[in-house]
């Protein structure tokens, strides 16, 4: 019994297409979240493609109903061994993104795996089929070496409604807190920071989404008869919009910025190269906040967002003012922002600049919290020198996710050290047409995995340990 045999297990089901036929079989199901009318194929997705997988590797398992109306399922299951000392959660998620099926290029589609040299084409590929995926086959080949025992136990949350917000996610969690129960999260999702470069992260930043909203009439009027004697609210909205966040992207708003970034962040990120990846959009030097570094500004500050916004009919524009002006926002802000008041700083920060016109309100359903666990934990000197051992490389070591993720559910509702390592990259085209995985990395990310679940079986109750003096 010996580690390098759980990392040859991992790769040969690459090299056999074992693994290739397990994910073409789930890219094949549409369990597209965002359309109506999906609510039997995000069933399907757990009943047929994940469940009798994980029952061959001992799991009991359970589904449960969304107590958000009109939402997908969660599967909870759970690997238990008699006296075990430790216990693991892992997560994943099978819903996926609309599929855009007639945005792909041509011979491509949504729900079949295509392969062109290194890139595996389908929805879902990589994020997040192909990513959970992978994370099992890597423990079943860990369970396999093992001669059928893990020396500890493991646990799963898979949902079926990540692409719209996690909905109940956090009830499900909260109800079920004591069978979700562990010592350790590790899961995967989002990319690396580069294609070549293993990554650990430990959170993600947080996501706040509002709307700004001007309705200054019913209906457009003729700009010629009107120009002049009517306000705008297309200009009113651009003009306020000025005043959240400068021409060079620099937050205005006090409350909307985060604190100095901490000492063990700063030195976390320091090394690191954004935009190298060939197929990376390029880098602007200048902006975002001054004085920070790009890796500063992507993984350790706020990041305020205009995504979208309208006034008339820009698709084919008349001659008129419009009546009525609107913008959707996102604020992307890391741990120790004042989460809880971002809403009554937008208003206060407009009525004090003779806005009191324009509505704010936020999108709740869109809403993630800000998350990190501390660079100097043992888990993640223990991971990382996991990941080094098993991919001969240094892995890259992020304090946050620059995206979000729900890892608030398990970092606070649950109170878990969490480990995230993705499986992706950042050219992938996730949410796009042409999603992608590539297949140096999957097979890279199976012998990482299954060094992982092994060392944690061999050294999970010394970290839990040296974990408790830590904290002392």
Same mark, same amino acid.
């Given at each position: ?8 297990? +991992? ?65 909870l299951a759970e690997r238990i061994e008699a006296e075990a000392a430790l216990t693991l959660l892992t997560y994943g998620h099978g819903d996926v993104v609309r599929g855009y099926d007639d945005q792909w290029r041509e011979g491509l589609s949504p729900w079949r795996v295509v ?23 890597? *423990? ?28 109940? *996610? ?8 004591? %069978?979700? +129960? ?104 200048? /902006? ?50 004042? %989460? ?23 999108? %709740?359903?869109s809403q993630m919290n800000a998350t990190r666990l501390d660079p100097t934990d043992p888990w993640v000197s223990w991971a990382l020198a996991s990941m080094r051992e098993s991919s001969g490389k240094t892995p890259t070591l992020l304090p946050n996710l620059g995206g979000s ?13 969490? *480990? ?33 679940? /092994? ?18």
């Open positions: 019994m010996a580690r390098s045999q759980a990392l040859q297990h +991992a790769w040969q089901a690459f090299d056999s297409g074992d693994f290739l036929r397990q994910l073409e079989a789930r890219v094949a199901v549409r369990s597209e979240s965002q359309e109506a009318g999906r609510d039997d194929e995000l069933r399907r997705y757990l009943t047929d493609f994940v469940i009798p997988d994980i029952e061959k590797l001992g799991f009991t398992w359970e589904i449960v109903d969304n107590p958000v109306d009109g939402f997908g399922p969660f599967l392969i062109e040299g290194e890139r595996w084409y389908g929805r879902g590929t990589a994020d997040n089929k192909g990513q959970h995926t992978l994370n099992f086959a890597a *423990l079943a080949s860990v369970i396999a070496a093992r001669g059928g025992t893990l020396g500890y136990n493991v646990k799963l949350i898979l949902e079926m409604g990540e692409e719209t917000g996690s909905p109940g *996610l956090k009830a499900v969690c909260e109800a079920h807190r004591d %069978r979700l +129960a562990a010592d350790l999260f590790i899961a995967s999702d989002g990319p690396r920071l580069s294609a070549d470069s293993p990554t650990l992260f430990l959170g993600s930043r947080g996501s706040f989404n509002f709307d700004l909203r001007l309705r200054a009439r019913d209906g457009a009027h003729h700009s010629g008869n009107w120009g002049g004697v009517l306000s705008n609210p297309a200009t009113r909205l651009a003009n306020a919009w000025s005043t959240l966040v400068d021409a060079h992207g620099r937050i205005l708003i006090d409350g909307l910025r985060p604190p100095a970034i901490p000492t063990a962040v700063k030195e976390a990120v320091a090394s690191l190269e954004v935009g190298a990846t060939p197929g990376d959009p390029t880098v602007d030097p200048n /902006w975002g906040e001054p004085g920070l570094l790009p890796p500063e500004r992507l993984f350790a500050w706020n990041t305020l967002e205009l995504l979208a916004i309208k006034a008339g009919n820009p698709d084919a524009p008349v001659n008129a003012i419009p009546g009525e002006a609107y913008a959707h926002c996102q604020l992307r802000f890391v741990v120790g922002s004042d %989460r809880e008041r971002f809403l009554d700083h937008l208003r206060q920060h407009l009525d004090a600049h003779g806005f009191e016109d324009i509505e704010v309100s936020s999108a %709740r359903m993720l729900p890892n608030d559910i398990f970092a606070e509702t649950l109170g878990l050290p969490t *480990l995230w390592v993705p499986h992706s990259y950042p050219a992938c085209s996730q949410h796009a047409p042409d999603e992608h995985a590539l297949a140096s990395i999957v097979r890279e990310g199976l012998g990482i995995m299954a060094g992982l679940w /092994w060392d944690l079986a061999e050294q999970g109750r010394d970290i839990v340990k040296e974990r408790e003096q830590w904290h002392r």
